[in-house]
């Protein structure tokens, strides 16, 4: 009786070391090795250095943070990058006209502005009026129809980033199906319109699941492939996630943590701890989703400054 209790057991804690961890800061310095050897090349055949443009309006912590790693990632792989900051008070109308200036630069390919944004500006306003041809966080509503219609387009950056790491983990995606809790415009909408489309990393049957889904554990239980974009630290339980699935964490939540240096730490929306041991894949937080997010910006800036990603003008 005991031997065939603890085979049993035996056989289920092999069950769980078969968990592999979706390594984002792995596989994005590997992209980012592809993109400075692509940047050499450019230099010594003269052709253009991308240069990508970040806008931070206010002084938002996380923001902040986001926006240093974007830079610094432009220096490591040898991209030209521009920080503008902007003080929270300054209004939508000298906003829209330093887009304007960004849009008419010929030497920045793309770029972005942070979000979120003060209170008195409107967001939609202001990414209506990136020039989509420069609009590398596919946040433009033409570069969102197009993404949709799966026509060449700028592909937000972090829908991208997860795309990328299925595909480089070789996680099969066809006829699965496919769980997404949050509907954010800047992830769990794309990530679940790019799911279903018909493409290599796509085809799956995508439930799309927000705030006011009724007994949410009823579809993440079903997941093959649960992607969490909630901004809840540690939402998703065991319970809720079912054996085998591969899992998706967007979450990046800074908790008070006397013990770091910092003074914080950061936890996703899954509590990996428990979770992990069910899962066939899963990303960790931090080093998961977050360093793929920022090396998917990169290589839209270049699709940009090469000029690649056709694209009407709508003006
Ligand atoms: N805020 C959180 N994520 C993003 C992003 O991908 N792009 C921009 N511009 N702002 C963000």
Redesign the pocket.
């Known amino acids: 009786m005991n031997a065939l209790y603890f085979s049993a057991n035996f056989a289920n804690l092999e069950n769980k070391i078969a968990m592999i961890l979706l390594d984002g800061k792995k596989i994005s310095a590997e992209i980012k090795a592809e993109l400075k050897k692509e940047i050499e090349k450019i230099k010594a055949s003269g052709g253009k250095i991308p240069h990508l443009a970040a806008i931070l309006v206010g002084n938002d912590g996380a ?1 902040e943070t ?1 926006v240093k790693s974007k830079v610094k990632s432009c220096q490591e792989v040898g991209f030209h990058s521009t920080l503008l900051r902007l003080k929270a008070d300054i209004s939508e109308a000298a906003l829209l006209a330093e887009i304007q200036k960004m849009n008419q630069n010929p030497e920045i390919d793309g770029f ?5 944004l003060p209170k008195h500006i409107s967001e939609n306003k202001i990414i209506e009026n990136i020039a989509p041809e420069k609009d590398v ?1 596919g ?1 433009h509503p033409i570069n969102i129809g197009r993404m949709t219609k799966n026509l060449p387009a700028y592909i ?3 829908p991208f980033g997860i795309l990328q790491l299925l595909e480089r983990y070789q996680i099969e995606t066809t006829s699965k199906h496919c769980v997404v809790v949050g509907r954010s415009h ?1 992830v769990g909408s794309p990530i679940s319109i790019l799911m279903a489309r018909n493409a290599p990393i796509g085809n799956c049957t995508v439930t799309l699941c927000h705030s006011k889904t009724k007994d949410l554990s009823y579809f993440t239980q079903k997941a093959d492939i649960l992607i969490v974009a909630l901004g809840k630290p540690e939402f998703i339980e065991a319970y809720m996630v079912k054996d085998g699935a591969v899992v998706v964490d967007v979450g990046i939540t800074r908790l008070p943590d006397e013990n770091s240096a910092k003074g914080y730490k950061i936890v996703g929306d899954v509590k990996f701890e428990e979770v992990a041991p069910k899962c066939s894949y899963i990303t960790p937080v931090p080093g998961g989703v977050g360093p793929m ?1 920022v090396v998917s ?1 990169l290589q839209n800036t270049l699709f940009a400054a090469k000029k690649q990603v056709y694209l009407p003008n709508p003006f």
């Open positions: 923001s986001y972005i502005v942070q979000l979120p966080d946040f937000p950056a972090t800047i997010t910006l």
